[in-house]
């Protein structure tokens, strides 16, 4: 393994230490979006229905970010991970042309 293919390997681990805590955050926004969805529709208090629906929307607006949030952080970690097995295979076919050659 070259260098540069153990340097994205610790860089993936990271990123993939990140992504987790991530969803963790979203899991906990989700859960708080829609807790306060079933709090709106179980209320009959017009006043407190009032605030319910503005915290309501300021939540449902945090769940598409966190998912586009995500969804980056995949593709990155996706990316990254092609990127070694490229490395990797380009690695193993000049080993195998070096082996030839000098065999």
Known sequence: MSDETKQLGSRIGHM???R???QKKFKKIE???????????AEKNKEVKKSLQAARDAAKSDV??????LKL??????YHEDEIR???RSFNKMAKEYDRRCA
Do not use: W
């Open 31 to 41: 859960a708080n979006y829609a807790d306060l969805k079933a709090s709106y529709r």
């Open 64 to 69: 598409p970010a966190a998912k586009k949030k």
């Open 16 to 18: 993939k230490k990140l």
């Open 73 to 78: 952080q995949n593709n990155e970690i996706e």
């Open 20 to 22: 987790s805590q991530d």
């Open 86 to 88: 490229r490395n990797d």
